[in-house]
């Protein structure tokens, strides 16, 4: 019982903290420190924590994430969403459910061109959610379609979370993370799809008219510029012409330039850009400072050897451990952000998953489409807390459409899972 005494005082300090509104990142260095009390004298553990958290920002990989911000930020600020938007018209629009499918669809290339699920839920709401209530969509349907289908752009690279979490695994290829984002992120947005067009049909919502070729060729042209990004960061990476750190750099050079070239930014308008830019990398480095220092702390008390010993001892069979760590991180989703659960739970359960022969990349891809149903689900599911005031409407009323979406990427979640391939056909594909 001795051996689980650190583990106790972790979690449930962890939990009172965040109960009584501490933020998450104070949480987390708090309940760090008051583990690391349990075995050393008080002015040792103050100055670990606080070197833990500086260590823990001390990666040049890390700098790919402020460089991503800004150019998420630039692209929704630069017109990129609005040509996005224009050419999923003319591919979906006429479908049942089509403004909802235009949805889906503009939240995967605008996920996969900014790699923010927020910056693309901020972008489609504000745009197409005005459209969606003139034809008809309830205000809450289209706000849920757009919470869940704005997460698909967190598996489809570049990615964020995709580089926290080479960081936390020690070094998993970023590049083949990325490739293997494509396929689990588009068959994502398929299930939300089949469920936004059986729900349309049932709600009779309109449905729109067939876009001819020459309208399809035209907007297609016009999106050229915004899709080439793609080419060049990826690429650049899979090519091995540039890290991914120095690609988010040129993603940022390119955004701007395109921005300017569509006349939608003008000089006095960066400044925002740049202040909004900072204030998020401020709070997204504080919380990857504090997980890593919870993170190190978890090492120092052996706490994932006894949770790997734990698991084991239940069962050896991949199938049974796989459904358990899935269960935990579904739960761990509903109370933690993203970054910081993946900082922190990637130590403990990849060392479990690789003693049973599964891929790290495969690992990360599923890690990451789980916890982002997290951010779907009150109390800390920061998309759904922006596509809720970007809708205007409130969390009670948005549950009832978010449920069915909601079931559909957990069975995604379980098919990638399990199939393996889905993940690692791409990486093996181009041989990284």
């Known amino acids: 019982m001795m051996e689980y005494i650190p583990i106790i005082v972790l979690v449930s300090s962890f939990i009172v903290l965040l109960a009584i509104r501490v933020p998450v990142a ?55 969403a609005k040509r996005l938007i224009d050419f999923a018209k003319t591919l979906v629009g006429s479908l049942p459910g089509g403004l909802a499918l235009i949805n889906i669809v503009s939240a995967m290339l605008m996920g996969a061109i900014a790699g923010s699920a927020m910056a693309s839920a901020s972008a489609m709401g504000s745009i197409l959610g005005p459209e969606m209530e003139k034809e008809g969509y309830s205000r809450e349907f289209g706000a849920a379609v757009n919470i869940t289908s704005s997460t698909t752009g967190l598996l489809i690279p570049p990615s964020n979370v995709l580089i926290v979490y080479s960081l936390a695994s020690g070094g998993v290829s970023i590049a083949a993370l990325f490739l293997a984002g494509y396929i689990p992120g588009i068959l994502t947005g398929l299930f939300l799809m089949i469920v936004a067009v059986v729900w ?16 399809v060729f035209s907007t297609f ?37 395109l921005a300017f070239w569509y006349k939608e930014i003008k000089i006095a308008d960066l400044s925002n850009i740049l202040l909004d830019s900072v204030g998020t ?14 993170s190190w702390i978890m090492s120092y008390e052996n706490i994932p050897q006894d949770l790997s010993n734990l698991l084991l001892g239940i069962s050896d069979h991949k199938i ?32 479990i998953v690789t003693k049973l022969g599964i891929d790290p990349v495969h690992f990360g891809i599923m890690m990451v489409l789980n916890l982002s149903i997290g951010l779907c689900t009150p109390p800390v599911g920061s998309v759904l807390f922006v596509g809720v005031g970007v809708a205007n409407t409130t969390i009670e009323k948005v549950i009832k459409p978010l449920l069915p979406l909601y079931i559909a990427m957990i069975i995604a979640l379980f098919i990638i899972t399990y199939f393996p391939i889905l993940s690692m056909w791409l990486p093996s594909l181009f041989g990284v």
Not at 236 to 250: C, D, N, P, Q
């Open 281 to 294: 990398t401020a709070v997204v480095m504080l919380l990857i400072g504090a997980s890593m220092s919870m």
């Open 320 to 351: 049974i451990i796989l459904l358990i760590i899935n269960l935990l991180l579904l739960f761990v989703g509903i109370f933690m952000d993203m970054t910081p659960a993946i900082l922190i739970f990637t130590p403990i359960f990849l060392p």
């Open 200 to 215: 349309a049909k049932k709600k009779g919502y309109n449905t729109g008219t067939k876009s001819p070729l020459k309208d």
């Open 26 to 80: 104070w949480s987390i260095a708090i309940a760090s420190l008051l583990t690391m009390l349990i075995s050393i004298p008080a002015l040792p553990a103050f100055t670990t924590i606080a070197q833990r958290i500086a260590t823990g920002l001390d990666s040049f990989a890390l700098l790919a994430i402020p460089f991503f911000i800004l150019s998420g930020q630039l692209m929704t600020n630069g017109g990129i």
């Open 221 to 257: 042209i016009k999106a050229i510029p915004s899709l080439f990004l793609l080419v060049v960061v990826i690429g650049g990476i899979v090519g091995g012409i540039f890290t991914a750190t120095e690609a988010s750099a040129i993603a940022v050079l390119y955004t701007l330039l």
